[in-house]
């Protein structure tokens, strides 16, 4: 990337975020990686957003957000409420829409109560 190597590392964390995650992250860093491409769940997102800020990493998070926080270490590559389910909404309410029937992530609700005038 940018003229110099990228070397992938992949462990199998086996979904032991609670300390495995940060202990990863920071074990990179000190390694001298510059960008993490990955963080498959919200969970493990958040888990290692404070060993990035700490030692000034970047994230690459590819998935959708909640889009309920925010760091200048994580790039989101996914879509967020505001681009794919406040849309959806404003379509169902419409008299097109056929109402609101199916149950909704906690992050929607939450957004709603924030910017009532958004839905």
């Known amino acids: 990337m940018l003229g110099r190597p990228v070397e992938v590392r992949g462990p199998n964390t086996k979904s032991w975020w609670l300390d495995l995650f940060p202990r990863r992250a920071e074990r990179l860093c000190q390694e001298g990686v510059a960008a993490r491409f990955g963080c498959w769940t919200s969970t493990s997102r958040k888990a ?26 994580v790039v989101n590559g996914g879509s ?17 829409g056929r109402g609101l029937s199916a149950p909704r992530p906690q992050a929607v609700p939450q957004r709603n109560r924030d910017d009532p005038g958004s839905a």
């Open 48 to 73: 290692v957003i404070p060993v990035l800020e700490e030692f000034d990493r970047l994230l690459f998070y590819p998935m959708q957000s909640e889009g309920n926080e925010s760091s200048p270490r």
């Open 80 to 96: 967020v409420p505001n681009q794919k389910i406040l849309p959806a909404i404003d379509w169902l309410l419409s008299p097109g």
